[in-house]
């Protein structure tokens, strides 16, 4: 049953402290080669989860790459490959910082790595400059559930993956997804305040399940999957990023320096593609300054700077979003 837009200022929220992730996350891999049967589980469950589909040096690299970061912050020791908590607490934010810009590009596009993509997209494969990466020590704040394609309108054609580093046994918080929850519209709370959490009678429980992920994994959660990271409750970090990959040949998103603008229109030297103009209108979402904040479509040439690094993601000549870059 699809649920209409959910309005109820008294409802109880449903917290990630009450989610009970019972079910276990099937492996699609016997699916790789039959790109309809792939899409058929994507969008009857929800979820793609593929075992061991990363090369493995390369994970080890990106592995190695963010726990450099995580040691620098001393959340680690120099050169623990098994991310071992040291004790000191996370100053916490870190999750776009510029220290990792990369790290994930450089992962999803590797040589070695395309492939598999390219059978998940169903077309040569590039990734989203939107990444956000988490190197999350034991008992971290936890975050809330709820489903990507509510705050981040008009990304089409793209595929969220959900990427772990080092082994993310269920003791050390991983995604838990509501499985089969994503052909029911959107269950936030629009009569609660910004983020509009998700009643807690609204999802059945049993529909929760998560696994043990190990590195090479990779899991593609649909866009209005309801899911949430589940505690840490390990001696380790949990190491994972989250980015989405698109149409190499013709990428939506992409990241972008303004060069100039109108009332309506922004100019900006895109990567890959190169200058474009593209409309602004008041249905934008413009969020160049902090990607937590809209911007009003009236005021934009107020705030708007000629060099802002942004992602532009376009349908057409149409601005769908511009949103302060958080990939170099
Ligand atoms: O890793 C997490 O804790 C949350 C990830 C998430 O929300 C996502 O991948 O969309
Ligand atoms: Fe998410």
């Known amino acids: 049953m699809t649920v209409d837009v959910i309005n109820r200022p008294e409802a109880e929220d449903l917290h990630v402290q009450d989610v009970v992730a019972a079910g276990e996350l099937e492996s699609c891999n016997h699916l790789l080669d039959d790109p309809e049967a792939l899409n058929r589980f ?3 469950k929800g979820y793609i989860l593929l075992r061991g589909v990363f090369d493995r040096d390369t994970v080890a690299r990106a592995r190695d790459e963010m726990l450099a970061v995580a040691a620098q912050m001393g959340l680690v020791e120099p050169g623990d490959p098994t991310g071992k908590w040291t004790g000191k607490p996370s100053v916490g934010g870190m999750e776009e910082s ?3 810009a990369g790290i994930a ?3 999803i596009e590797d040589p070695a790595n395309q492939a598999v993509m390219e059978k998940v997209l ?4 590039c990734s989203v400059p939107i990444v ?3 190197t999350y020590p034991p008992q971290s704040k ?9 705050y981040s309108p008009g990304i089409q054609d793209y595929r969220p993956v959900w990427v772990s580093l080092t082994p993310c046994t269920r003791d050390m918080g991983g995604l838990a997804l509501a499985v ?3 052909k029911r519209g959107y269950f936030h709370n629009v009569g609660k305040p910004n983020p509009f959490p998700i009643p807690r009678d609204a999802i059945p429980a049993e529909s929760w399940a998560t696994t043990d992920y190990m590195p090479g994994d990779v899991l593609v959660v649909h866009p209005c999957t309801p899911h949430c990271g589940l505690p840490n409750n390990s001696d380790r970090l949990r190491v994972s990023f989250d980015s989405r990959v698109q149409s190499a040949a013709n990428p939506s998103a992409i990241a972008a320096t303004v060069k100039s603008f109108t009332p309506t229109t922004v100019t900006v030297d895109a990567d890959r593609v190169g200058e474009i ?14 990607p937590g904040v809209r911007e009003s479509f009236d005021g934009f040439v107020t705030y708007m700077k000629p060099g802002m690094r942004l992602v532009v993601v376009r349908d057409g000549d149409r601005a769908v979003m511009l949103r302060k870059a958080a990939e170099g």
């Open 42 to 44: 994507y969008e009857e």
């Open 98 to 100: 510029d220290l990792y």
């Open 105 to 107: 590009a450089r992962l």
């Open 122 to 125: 169903g077309e040569p494969a």
């Open 132 to 134: 956000q990466y988490r």
């Open 142 to 150: 936890l975050g809330t559930v709820h489903q990507d394609g509510f």
């Open 180 to 182: 089969g929850q994503n």
């Open 277 to 290: 103009t593209l409309n602004i209108d008041k249905d934008s979402y413009l969020r160049p300054i902090d």
